[in-house]
């Protein structure tokens, strides 16, 4: 029974249907799909006829496959598009909520961001954070933030300490350069509007490199935090104090109506400092050299009256010390010649112009000379030969006095070897030591360098240390003293008399000679008195155990009178000038032949 659909072909039965058809059934209906092509197949169901079992009859039906599935598939498919549409609704759905629910915390996160991005690093308003990844990050970002909180506040608290110490010093927490420049401009300012003066003092310890060289750079800070201190109280409140640096202090007076207010301030500055400082066992006894400057009459701007004030504490300093001085013009001038000095010695230095003199010291019995004093000279190429009062000083102030005494200390170790050498016997050399080279800690050292590199016995070498160097400090120099003697080098002190040794300590050194300052031995003739302490000091020195040294003997009188005293040597421009070492041998040839006698 063939169900052909309106228009369609009849169903032809070929292989494949006969088969299907003449196959014994297996149940009791059968069903196939048959057909080449999607439109041609059919649907064959086949049935055994029951009651023509015998007659292996079968009954067909044939339906086109088309008509089977068609609706089944548009069912199908209607199903399945429910389905899809179905679930796009709700994965849009889903996405949308998901997208609202995510956007809420993204926007949260911006938020954040964008509040630190602004500076604003407190932590954010709500303290619960959303679960998940977003609520993780959005932790991260206020911890960040807190953090970044803090190292504002520490890169703030550190800005503001770098600008205190920019313009403070740090040892006396007093104004620096910086500072004091800044207030003297803004009391310059109002200074002219109410016309009136602006004071500025420049002060400088007198020999602090002493003091720090002697007790240490501790003692030395703890010493300019005290005077800091005295400095501050001192002054008005309405004063400011200042440190340049070193031992430089700055006091700036504004508001004055006449130069004269300048003066108690000095006055009450000078006198605070000079009261004793108590510096663990030891006191010290701080002086202090004080320049000033006023406006507008020494200058009208801050810098140069800084620079006036300085000019005028050297001036004070060049005075002796211990004083105040108003700047002039002269100061300045001299300062420059100062400085031209300072330069030119450090060229002469590294250029070899310097050279060493040699004086004889001849004695008093024989005539023979027995030592030599040396004497350090300057060959400027400008100026000739610079007498070392002129720079000594200032070498002594820059420090070139360190290299400069080690080369004036070996000239003369070398030297004395080399009298020695040729034939002229012991002729021991005096050098004199500064203040600085003495109480500076390396002394002993530079003394054994320059005796071993030029293998000078230490008995040739003497050493000549002025009294007052002595004085300052008379417990350390003492052990220094001790030190070199026991080198081998013999000790004189210089210009004896001119300084305030106590006699009951002089006793307590280890010295070999008492040199007579020159001043005592021109007044020979003169003055009486000096004459009588001429023959004190001999008469001491000789109870003591001591060769005594007349310097600076001139005429055969001063000798005469000398010789009377039981003085021991002589030294002079009457014996010889200092000269060069070819020189003194000429003086050596005239006085140390064998058997002569120049008495
Ligand atoms: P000083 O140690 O007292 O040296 C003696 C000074 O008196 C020398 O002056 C010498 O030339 C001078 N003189 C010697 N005999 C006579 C005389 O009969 N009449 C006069 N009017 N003067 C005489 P100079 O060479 O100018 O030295 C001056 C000072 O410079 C020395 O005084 C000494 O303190 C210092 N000095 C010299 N050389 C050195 C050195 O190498 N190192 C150190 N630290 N100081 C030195
Ligand atoms: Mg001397
Ligand atoms: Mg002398």
Known sequence: MDYPRPGASAVTVQAPERSFMLAPLEGAVERASIGETSTARRVWIKVGLQRAQDADLRLALIVPDADMSGPVDAQFQHALFGLIAFGAAIFAAAGVLGEFAVRRKTARVMNTIARIDSGHYEPGTTASFPRGELGEVMQALDRMARSLAQQRQAIANHTAQLERQARTDPLTHLANRLQLLEKLQLEIAQARRQERLVGVMVLDLDRFKAVNDSLGHSRGDALLIEVAGRLQESVRPQDMVGRLGGDEFVVILPNLQSTED?????????????????????????????????????????????????????????????????FCEQMDQALTARLQTEAGLRHALQHGDLRLHFQPIVDAGTGRVVAAEALVRWQDPRRGLVSPQEFIPVAEDTGLIVPLGAWVLRQACEQARRWQDDGWGDIPVAVNLSARQFIGSSIEDEVMQALASTNCPAHLLQLEITESCIMDQVDQALQTMHRLAALGVELAIDDFGTGYSSLSQLKRFPV???????????????????????QAIIALAQKLGLRTVAEGVETPEQMAFLKTCGCDEFQGYLIAHPGLAADFTAVLQQRNQPGQLIP
């Not at 510096?279 to 810098?303: F, H, K, N, R």
């Not at 620079?307 to 300093?317: H, T």
């Open 262 to 326: 300048v003066m108690p301030v000095a006055h009450q500055i000078l006198q605070a400092l000079t009261l004793p400082i108590e510096m663990g066992p030891a006191t010290w006894q701080v002086s202090t050299s004080l320049g000033v400057a006023i406006y507008p009459i020494d200058g009208s701007d801050g810098e140069v009256l800084l620079r006036n004030a300085d000019v005028a504490m050297y001036g004070a300093k060049e005075l002796g010390g211990n004083r105040m001085a108003r």
């Open 512 to 534: 070999h000679k008492l040199k007579i300052d020159r001043s005592f031995v021109s007044d020979i003739g003169r003055d009486a008195s000096d004459e009588v302490l001429v």
